[in-house]
Nanobody, 124 residues
């Protein structure tokens, strides 16, 4: 099993920055990709971005590209989501997820392990 714990959410004004953290524990060697997703009230959970653990390759949703950055600290078993220039439409619960496959990793269905989520609220 793999356990994920997110932190770092909060209430900020538009234009501000936040950094979310995701601490990973357990059988982490079985996972290949770390992803971030978000879910706004009344909407489906949507892809934000991912990072491949072996290569550090990242990919982002168009809505966050250029503003959000995912990084990984192997020594601390942590994954980070740096969010800059936040907008009210970024308001959502943000989830960290881990995948034990390398296919279809833009989809939530590829991710086996999930954190509990952390709330991000951006006021206008």
């Amino acid at each position: 099993q793999v356990q994920l714990v997110e932190s770092g959410g909060g209430l900020v004004q538009a234009g501000a920055s936040l950094r979310l953290s995701c601490v990973v524990s357990g059988r982490t060697a079985s996972t290949y990709v770390m992803g971030w997703f978000r879910q706004a009230p009344g909407k489906d959970r949507e892809f934000v971005g991912f990072i491949k653990k072996s290569s550090g390759t990242t990919s982002y949703a168009d809505s966050v590209k250029g503003r959000f950055t995912i990084s990984i600290d192997t020594a601390r078993s942590a994954v980070y989501l740096q969010m800059n220039s936040l907008k009210p439409e970024d308001t959502a619960v943000y989830y960290c997820a881990a995948s034990d496959v390398v296919l279809n990793i833009f989809s939530r269905n590829a991710y086996k392990y999930w954190g509990q989520g952390t709330q991000v609220t951006v006021s206008s």
